[in-house]
């Protein structure tokens, strides 16, 4: 019920700021907001102690299948690219998912980075995809209603944030009962949970699979943000942010990857408006006083709070 | 036959420069559980360095042959300086969290260094041809090659020989394959295991600034070249098995000998090849080639 | 699950607040330009900064009122210009979001190196109606495939750098019948490397294609792609490499004799010559993305650019530098012809209007923005060969060709264009 509070709290906020706020901020929020959803699914992954250097992938997958639907097929229908970008995501890591859920460690991080790697040498030799320039993707209609410019993109994220808090709440649910237990048990120690007579493979399989349906999902979510898709999306770099992002937030709630994902994105601006000849390193410096300062994450100074309070 | 000699020197001569990269990160990796990203910083100031040593050098009127020692120098400097700093300043408060945190913790150093060389050095390039043409030039198959290029194979051979003596002959190293095999176990022997990490974290950034210095003379030095290497060596380090130094040296020469193969017969597949390697070997041999065996903990 | 709704409230909030105060006030004083160009990264050495030097000394020096005619009124039209500078490094989510940061900060901007970001940036410049000026990148895909109210390109497209290299080759080798190319995998690569390719098809039909190389993108190391190459029998090697790519070629290949063996093309091979200088061999064909560096024509505005730009910075300035300028001094123009002989401030309307189909002098000279409906410039392409005398790298045999001749019509793709009429 708290849950389903919260989650009504954080829906009517995102509705709220999705009218109410100046175009730049929208898009900042969608960016976010996109990352998030993708940074949700490397938590449920997370949870089997498994972690991907390689979402980006699964993002790049999500971003080039709503790009080629309006460019290829002409079908400029936003709420079609999302779910044929969480479907495409999910597809892929239905498929992939066979071989990875094998693997475990930084072997399952590096596998996944290659797996990745490869996608984007296909996609820059692709010159019918404008290598590595990319392509501009145009979506108009949501549902094949149609909105005046400015506003669509309002839609959209309030579209996305429905979805993103629909998604949320049902890997909250999930995590909560027998299915996250098993995950954490299989991080803990995988060979006791076969002797108790679950399948460790299964659990990584479906989690594999939720975290690649929601990277596509983000990946289509940035898509729209931005309106251009390139290779850059399933490069390596992409990937890492998403780790970081991850780890910045904490994996102990469903909250904190929306919360560090915006937290990154504004840190990230600022850095980059008012220190542009040394924004590595500012991101490098708050980066290290996080992890030192914050080991568990962002989120763990709201469960500090939460206790004195 | 005239085919393949070229190729097999080109793919020996790149695999012996994977090899100087990811010699030290494998070690690094082995004895401190640290995927260091920040190799590639230490890559590229082993480069910077080695530029600004053998030009002052140069500048100098001293003998040319001497640049060679400012290369070496350059490498033993950036090592012995930053290696040490990194580790006493930072990582010795870090051991014990979660191997992610670790790989993002020099991520973050490598994006501070970024900036660092871009403040100390300038964002032009850096030239410094000499020792590379120096050598001269040596025919094979027709094709001419230059000499730098044996100079490099020689280094790489001679790391690895070292290497392998250090830790199997020498009662230092076999202290430290202890440490390797069990850091608790090793502690109440009464081995220092911080004087360990220490050490073998400078030597781990000394073979990543030596990889940097004799790569200097070949290439143009340019921000973001750390970048570039990281990646490459991971990948081998991944293939060969994560902390096995015969790994590394067979991982880069797998991929030195694939990646000149493609460049010959199917160029456009150049950009992948690597990740295909690692991508099949690790299908085939879920660990890398040379894995070691893990007791299954219940 | 411990959730407390609150804080994540508080925290959402605390963020978006944080992100309010990002874009500084709108002062109307001077004209704002925001100028993006990579400060960081491989391409900020040969590109980016070479760009901002310029474009802080063409503002200093224009608001000083001591920039030669026509541009000898102080600013723009008498008011004084400010720059904003950003780094352009990143990729093109990352700019597409500095971009809507910057927008509302500055009344023009004027940047982008890259293709990626340009074609990113296009269609937000047209959502926010912020008149914006792509000074350098290269693909002609940007008004090819769509157009644009809010965007300009001041400098011209990638397509004529290959035209002039591959017309000034077959003028000087009519009988050559064999090709080979190295350049870097990825979009400015494939894209000139195939311009070249079909140009050399259509001049000289039946050529040989020995090998494309086509190694990674910030590869620097070339020495397999050299052995290919040594080995193809290729009588001319083409290259559009840059930056430190393209100085590691010329250091790794020199020494091997790959450019005694073979007729080497450096398609956009001048920013090189800053950096190489005598270590380029004598007989190599280089181009500059135009009449820009040592092809700069001899008028007052191109020694302006190069005897103030050398001064303060002890290089000469390369062809990111004089493209940089000539952008400045595009809006400049069209400011001022929009402002006419009235006091009036002109709006960005009238602005726009001034800048469409503007024939203006830069320091390359004649600028003619003739192409995606007036919105990108065509200049003439200038091709020389380098040779060193008295210890200093020369231009020779430099060829001018005509805006003209190497740039398709309006309303024509390059692709298609190159494949077809290139001879007439």
Redesign the interface.
């Known amino acids: 019920m ?2 389903l ?2 989650a009504a ?2 829906l009517a ?1 995102l509705i709220a ?1 999705a009218l109410l ?5 929208v ?3 969608m ?1 976010a907001l996109a990352k998030g959803v993708v940074v949700l699914g490397l938590v449920v992954l997370m949870r089997t102690g498994l ?1 991907s250097f390689g979402q980006g992938l699964y993002f790049g997958i999500g971003a080039y299948a709503a790009a080629l639907l309006s460019h290829q097929w002409h079908i400029a229908d936003a709420a079609v690219m999302l779910l044929a970008a969480a479907a495409a995501g999910g597809l892929i890591a239905a498929l992939l998912g066979l ?1 990875l859920a ?2 475990r ?3 399952f ?3 996944s ?3 990745s ?2 996608l ?3 996609l ?2 692709s ?1 019918a995809l ?7 993707l ?1 979506a108009r209609t949501f549902f094949g209603m149609a909105f005046a ?2 506003m669509e993109r309002r839609v959209f994220l309030i579209a996305g944030s429905a979805c993103a808090v629909v998604a949320a709440l049902m890997v ?1 649910r999930l ?2 009962r027998h299915w996250g237990r098993l995950a954490s048990a299989v991080r803990d ?1 995988e ?2 949970v076969s ?1 108790l007579g679950a399948s460790p493979y299964r659990v990584v399989y479906v989690n594999y699979l939720i975290a690649g349906a929601l990277a596509g999902f983000g990946g289509a979510l ?1 898509a729209l ?4 898709v ?1 290779p ?2 399933t490069y ?1 770099t992409t990937s ?1 942010e998403f ?2 992002i991850a ?1 910045l937030g904490g994996t ?4 904190a990857p929306f ?1 560090a994902a ?2 990154f ?2 840190l ?3 850095a ?2 008012y220190a ?6 500012s ?3 708050a ?2 006083a996080i ?2 300062f914050q ?1 568990a994450g ?1 989120w763990s100074l ?2 500090r ?2 206790r004195s309070a | 036959m005239s085919n393949i000699l070229p190729v097999a020197f080109d793919g020996i001569a790149y695999g012996s420069w994977l090899f100087l990269m990811s010699a030290g990160l494998t070690l690094i990796y082995g004895v401190m559980r640290i ?1 260091n990203v920040a190799h590639g910083s230490l890559y590229a100031l082993g480069a910077y360095a080695a530029c600004s040593f053998a030009s002052a050098w140069l500048n100098g009127g001293l003998p040319a042959a001497g640049s060679f020692g400012m290369l070496l120098l350059a490498a033993i400097v950036v090592g012995g300086l930053v290696g040490p700093l990194l580790e006493r300043g ?1 990582l010795q ?2 051991y014990g ?1 979660d ?3 670790l ?3 020099t ?6 260094m ?3 060389i ?2 100390v050095w300038g964002v032009d390039s850096l030239l410094l041809p000499e020792p590379y043409a120096l050598p001269g030039n040596f025919s094979l198959g027709g094709l001419a090659y230059p000499a730098y290029n044996l100079l490099l194979i020689g280094m790489a051979l001679v790391t690895g020989l070292a290497l392998v003596w250090a830790l199997y002959r020498t009662r230092q190293g076999k202290l430290l394959l202890a440490v390797i095999h069990d850091r608790e176990m090793s502690m109440a022997m009464g081995i220092n295991v911080s004087r360990f990490y220490l050490a073998t974290f400078t030597v781990g950034a000394t073979l990543a600034a030596l990889g940097g210095a004799l790569t200097a003379p070949t290439v143009a030095v340019t921000p973001g070249i750390g970048v570039e290497v990281i ?1 490459l060596a ?2 081998v380090v ?1 293939i060969g098995g ?1 902390g096995s130094l015969g790994g590394a040296a067979l991982g880069a020469l797998l991929v030195g000998l694939v990646r000149s193969a493609t460049v010959r017969y199917w160029p ?1 597949a150049e ?2 090849s690597i ?2 390697v ?2 099949i070997v ?2 085939a041999r ?3 080639l040379f894995a070691a065996q893990e007791a ?3 | ?5 609150s ?3 508080r ?2 909030v605390a ?2 607040v ?3 105060t ?2 500084a006030s709108l002062a109307q004083q001077p004209i704002k330009v925001g100028i993006v160009t990579l ?2 990264g491989p391409a900020a050495g040969p590109f980016g900064v070479p760009a901002r030097n310029a474009a802080e000394l063409t503002a200093e020096t224009l608001n000083a009122g001591t920039v030669p005619a026509p541009y000898t009124q102080k600013g723009f039209g008498g008011t004084p210009i400010e720059l904003v ?3 352009e490094a ?5 700019q ?3 971009f ?2 910057l ?2 900060r500055v009344d023009i901007v004027i940047g982008y190196i890259s ?2 970001d340009c ?2 940036i ?3 410049a047209e ?2 109606k912020k008149l914006t000026i792509l000074f350098d990148c290269g ?1 002609p ?1 940007i008004f090819e495939d ?1 157009s644009y109210k809010y965007v300009f390109r001041t400098g011209p497209t990638g397509t004529m750098d290959n035209v002039s290299v591959a017309l000034y080759l077959v003028e000087r080798n009519p009988n050559v019948k064999s090709i080979a190319g190295i350049n870097q ?4 690569g ?2 000139s490397w ?1 311009d070249f390719e079909n140009s050399m098809k259509t001049l000289k039909p039946g050529i040989e294609v020995k090998t494309s190389q086509m190694p990674k ?1 910030f590869a620097g190391q070339f020495g397999a792609e050299i052995t290919t190459l040594l080995g193809s029998g290729a009588e001319v090697i083409h290259s559009s490499m840059w930056g430190g790519d393209l100085e590691g070629l010329v250091l790794q290949g020199a020494p091997r004799g790959l450019f005694e063996k073979h007729k080497v093309i450096l398609s956009a091979g001048e920013p090189a010559i800053n950096r190489l200088s005598t270590r380029i061999p004598d007989g190599t064909i280089l181009g500059a993305r135009g009449p820009f560096g040592p092809f700069a024509p001899d008028t007052e505005l191109a020694r302006w650019l190069k005897t103030n730009y050398q001064d303060r910075y002890q290089v000469p300035p390369n062809y990111a530098s004089f493209k940089m300028a000539q952008a400045i001094l595009a809006v400049k123009a069209a400011y001022e012809k929009a402002k006419g002989a009235g006091s009036a401030v002109p709006d960005q309307d009238r602005i726009i209007a001034a800048l469409e189909n503007l024939t203006f002098e830069g320091p390359g000279g004649a600028v003619k923005m003739s192409l995606g409906k007036g919105h990108q410039a065509i200049m003439d392409a200038a091709v020389g060969t380098t040779k060193v005398e008295g210890g200093q790298l020369k231009m020779v045999d430099v060829v001018r060709y005509p805006a003209e001749k190497v740039n398709p019509p309006d309303g024509v793709k390059s692709e298609a264009w190159i494949k077809s009429d290139l001879k007439k």
Do not use: C
Request: glycine residues 6%; neutral net charge; hydrophobic residues 60%.
């Open positions: 708290k849950a509070a919260a709290v954080a906020l700021l706020a100046p175009q730049w901020l898009f900042m929020a960016l972690v071989l094998r693997y460690d930084i072997f991080a590096m596998l980075l290659a797996l790697m490869i984007y040498g296909l820059v030799k010159a404008g290598s590595t320039d990319g392509f501009n145009h410019s400015g909250h995590l909560g120690n060979l006791r002797y940035a943000a931005v309106g251009h390139d850059e999306t390596w890492g780790v970081f780890i102990q709630s469903i909250i919360v915006a937290i994105e504004a990230r601006t600022i980059s408006q542009p000849n040394v924004w590595q390193m991101l490098g410096l980066m290290l992890i030192m080991p962002l709201a469960e709070w939460r | 995927l930072l408060w870090m969290k191997e992610v945190v790989v993002l913790i991520y973050a150093v490598f994006l501070i970024e900036d660092v871009k403040l990646v991971f990948a991944v994560l456009e950009l992948f990740y295909a690692m991508a690790l299908i879920p660990k890398g299954r903990k219940i | 699950m411990r959730i407390s709704p804080f994540g409230l925290t959402a963020a978006f944080m992100l309010l990002v874009p400060l960081s500078i950003i780094d990143g990729g093109p989510q990352k597409v979001a500095e809507r940061n927008a509302p293709s990626g074609l990113a296009a269609p937000v959502e926010l693909t895909r769509a995998n990825y979009a400015w494939q894209d195939a993108l």
